[in-house]
């Protein structure tokens, strides 16, 4: 076998500013040790996300500059909405500055208070904007995700006995259901065809809609293929299409499988809900041709959405995820098994049992990563879930890999800084918090070693 290697050679180069441990000790105690302060020129490797982090393609660049930036009936929007329906199948796309603000128009459109919305699990926005709206977000994961390191194909699928009690248990209520692709919140996991499939026709047979919030269509289509018997042969898109085909609409953050900077959008068949929809998109994003977007912005999109379902592409992004992932589990790291698409997730928990629950160890790694390595990585453990005294299953690290971005030796680094930390585990320490917000802490809350 081959190894598989970038399909892509490099014509643009950001320059990284090397640190040193000294410098980054000064650095974490100026950010109250919380990575989201620390200025990204002082990140030598940037985990933090895959959202909107990515390395745009010549073929994109290239739409950027076709951008027509009219306020109504702009070209670029055409093309975007042409991509957008090719790849979906649905009627109705509406623009979004990115995913969240398709979650808060979807959610004010469709939401009456004391309505309930399942989903395998609902990422951080997509809760909030369901609550903010007056309902209950309830998520149904499926037995295998809660066993972190015995691999299983389809750790992201919905719990379908979960899902369909819960429309059995609140008639009337539940405005639609969703299922997340890849399963963010879940550890980077994906769906199957079968699931989805199967928790379609449990909303049909209840008359609820379903959506799909496809941040990350395109790695969950790639894991279907991989892992699914009867897609060996499939094309990538044939198999997003057929993925669309179960839902009734859908949200989406083209930061993530758009592979743009910005962007988003909000989709579905019904064209009542769709005109209530971009009534509020005029209020708060913008014409319905640009929704909150710039021309330039949708064409990276429309652009963006075939490069992320290329085959080439998606071998080496899942391959060079697993690398990642695969390397630091020598090193005698726990990660969540098997890799996900766009991140690996450590159990800090586990890597470092002497720290409680009540010390962070999350937080505490992801400290040390930065001061051993100059590496950013995000907690998403109690510091992101457990304001409140409330009971955190896992303390997990997530390190999310940017599309198109860093080399496999920047990659090797990575995996060096973890050897390095491996060998010291005992010596990290935890921390206290010593300054926090009322809402969404970890952006903003300060820390303290203990
Ligand atoms: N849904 C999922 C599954 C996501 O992962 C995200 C964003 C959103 C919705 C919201 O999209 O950021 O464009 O408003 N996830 C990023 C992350 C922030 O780091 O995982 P957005």
Redesign the pocket.
């Known amino acids: 076998m081959r190894r598989i290697i970038e399909p892509f050679r490099i014509k643009t180069v950001e320059p990284i500013r090397f640190t040193e441990p000294e410098e980054r000790e000064i650095i974490l105690g100026e950010a109250g040790y919380n990575l989201f302060k620390v200025p990204s020129e002082s990140v030598i490797i940037d985990l933090?996300?895959?959202?909107?982090t990515g390395a745009m393609s010549a073929a994109q660049w290239a739409g950027m500059m076709r951008g027509d930036e009219s306020y109504a009936g702009s070209p670029s929007f055409e093309r975007f909405e042409a991509a957008v329906r090719d790849i979906t199948g649905f009627e109705y796309v509406i623009p979004t500055h990115?995913?969240?603000?398709a979650?808060r128009i979807l959610a004010a459109t469709m939401i009456r208070p004391g309505d309930v919305v399942p989903n395998n699990t609902h990422?951080d926005?997509?809760r909030a904007n369901i609550e903010a709206a007056g309902a209950t977000a309830v998520d149904f994961r499926c037995a295998e995700s809660l066993d972190l390191f015995t691999p299983a194909d389809f750790k992201g699928n919905i719990d379908l006995d979960g899902l369909a009690s819960c429309l059995e248990e609140n008639p009337g209520r539940v405005p639609f259901a969703m299922i997340?692709v890849t399963n963010?919140?879940g550890g980077g996991q994906p769906v199957s065809m079968a699931n989805i499939r199967a928790a379609s026709q449990i909303c049909r047979a209840a008359g609820v809609p379903f959506y799909l919030?496809a941040?990350?269509f395109a790695e969950n289509a790639f894991f279907i293929r991989k892992r699914e018997p009867g897609y060996a042969g499939t094309s990538l898109i044939e198999i997003a299409r057929e993925m669309f085909s179960y839902a009734d609409g859908c949200?989406m953050?083209?930061?993530?499988d758009g592979m743009a900077n910005i962007g988003?959008f909000l989709c579905s068949n019904d064209a009542q809900v769709a005109r209530q929809e971009e009534e509020l998109l005029i209020l708060t994003e913008g014409f319905p041709t640009y929704g909150g977007l710039a021309g330039r912005d949708l064409e990276a999109i429309a652009v963006g959405l075939y490069e992320a379902l290329d085959l080439d592409y998606q071998e080496y992004r899942a391959s060079s995820t697993a690398y990642l992932g695969d390397h630091i589990a020598a090193e005698g790291i726990p990660i969540v098994q098997p890799p996900g698409g766009h991140a690996i997730y450590v159990d800090a928990g586990s890597m470092l049992p002497h720290i409680p629950a009540s010390q962070f160890p999350g937080q505490a790694l992801v400290i040390a990563l930065y001061r051993e390595g100059g590496i950013r990585a995000?907690e998403i453990g109690s510091v992101m879930f457990g304001a409140g005294g409330a009971r955190v299953p896992f303390e997990l690290v997530r390190l999310?890999v940017p599309r198109r971005t860093y080399t496999k030796s920047q990659i090797d680094y990575v995996v060096d800084v973890f050897r390095d930390l491996s060998r010291e585990r005992d010596r990290i320490r935890g921390v206290r918090i010593v300054r926090e917000p009322a809402r969404l802490r970890h952006f903003t809350a300060e820390f303290a070693p203990v």
Not at 98 to 101: I, L, Y
Not at 253 to 256: L, M
């Open positions: 933090l996300t895959d959202s909107g990115q995913g969240r603000a979650e990422f926005t997509t997340t963010n919140g919030d941040c990350r949200t953050s083209a930061k993530k988003g995000v999310a």
